[in-house]
């Protein structure tokens, strides 16, 4: 057996290893870490030194806790997502994975407080996007540069990431067809979205249970549109009624489509008709920091609303990934999160589902 042989095999045996410990890190593909039942215990947390970094934690995102059991429960998860976060960092190197200010949240508080994609089922209304021509395409985009995107908003722990998103498209789409960047309701959404048939739209938007673009698209037709965000203020929960004055509309939809799994239509979509509400998964968002995340697996069970803003031609990335060309997503989560509130996903082969469910207003009635 000769030398070069071994290099591959152990090389391989390596991999292997990794791959599989990522693989089981949470649902679908990647363990968790913690489950609801406990904190598993790990040898090398002393080489990590959590409770440095918990007391950093702590002090950085201003958090307390009732009791101390619930501050040694709490140090226990921020144990577990240290682990997870290095694992992580094995399986998307172009990112930048660590401590994150749900760092003390398992994954499955993650999910219940900050996610909130329900399963695809377009009404419907909904057209598809006519195709559009590709040639020609700016080789870097990004709507921020042309003022048709908001500042950064926080969805809090509610999961109503599918209104910010709907908002997001909404605000850009209104933008282009008037000029004036209007700041629009998401509580209006997470108050008023409520009335429409299951057996047609399959699930409906429910406040902080979460929701989808598509439908709260339908939704907005249906009411007229949204009001001033100043007008029908965030509140971060979904115990209010619903308080539309449509006296008060600031945007509305006149038509609304969706966009086939295609990079180049996407993109041509965003370029010519402002920002997309999208879907993705996930899954290694809880532990990002900064950088292109293009994990080596990740699995397309879209479970986030957020919203494409612009692409790139070439961002840091190993050689493995150098010159990678990444979409730009602002995300609701506030300023202290990723990159100022922002996602850098590489594009090609679907990263993570975000080609999955890509739709957009397409026309706004002035």
């Given at each position: ?45 002393h080489l990590l030194n959590a409770e440095h970094h918990f007391t950093l934690f702590k002090s950085k995102y201003g958090k307390t806790y009732a009791t101390q059991e619930e501050h040694d429960y709490r140090l226990g998860v921020f144990k577990a997502n240290l682990r997870r976060a290095k694992r992580h960092q094995l399986l998307d190197p172009s990112a930048v994975h660590g401590v994150t200010k749900f760092s003390d949240l398992t994954p499955s508080e993650f999910r219940r407080q900050f996610l909130g994609l329900k399963p695809l089922k377009l009404p419907a209304d909904a057209q598809k996007a006519p195709i559009l021509p590709t040639e020609n395409l ?229």
């Amino acid at each position: 057996m000769d030398r070069l042989f071994l290099v591959f095999l152990l090389s391989s045996v390596v991999a292997s290893v990794v791959i599989a410990d990522v693989m089981n890190d949470d649902d679908p593909l990647i363990r968790q870490v913690v489950s609801d039942g406990g904190v598993e215990e790990d040898p090398d947390d002393h080489l990590l030194n959590a409770e440095h970094h918990f007391t950093l934690f702590k002090s950085k995102y201003g958090k307390t806790y009732a009791t101390q059991e619930e501050h040694d429960y709490r140090l226990g998860v921020f144990k577990a997502n240290l682990r997870r976060a290095k694992r992580h960092q094995l399986l998307d190197p172009s990112a930048v994975h660590g401590v994150t200010k749900f760092s003390d949240l398992t994954p499955s508080e993650f999910r219940r407080q900050f996610l909130g994609l329900k399963p695809l089922k377009l009404p419907a209304d909904a057209q598809k996007a006519p195709i559009l021509p590709t040639e020609n395409l700016p080789e870097n985009f990004d709507w921020r540069d042309h003022g048709a995107v908001t500042g950064i908003k926080d969805q809090g722990s509610c999961g109503s990431c599918w209104s910010f998103s709907t908002t997001g498209a909404m605000e850009g789409a209104h933008f282009l067809a008037t000029g004036e960047l209007v700041s629009l309701s998401e509580q209006q959404l997470v108050d008023c979205d409520h009335e429409c048939d299951p057996q047609e739209y399959g699930a409906c938007d429910s406040g902080c249970n979460g929701g989808l673009m598509t439908t709260a698209f339908e939704y907005t037709l249906k009411a007229g549109g949204l009001q001033r965000e100043e007008d029908y203020p965030y509140t971060g929960n979904d115990r209010g009624p619903c308080k539309f004055d449509k006296s008060k509309i600031a945007a509305s939809v006149s038509n609304f489509s969706v966009i086939s799994v295609d990079e180049d239509q996407i993109a041509a979509n965003l370029v010519k008709r402002g920002p997309l509400a999208v879907g993705i998964n996930a899954v290694f968002m809880q532990t990002y920091l900064h950088g292109v995340s293009c994990p080596y697996i990740c699995g397309r069970h879209l479970d986030h609303g957020v919203l494409l803003v612009g692409y790139g031609a070439a961002g840091y990335a190993p050689i493995r990934l150098k010159n990678k060309p990444y979409w730009i997503i602002k995300n609701s989560w506030g300023e202290n999160w990723g990159e100022n509130g922002y996602y850098k996903i590489c594009k090609g082969n679907n990263v993570c589902g975000v080609d999955s469910m890509v739709s957009t207003v397409s026309a706004i009635t002035l």
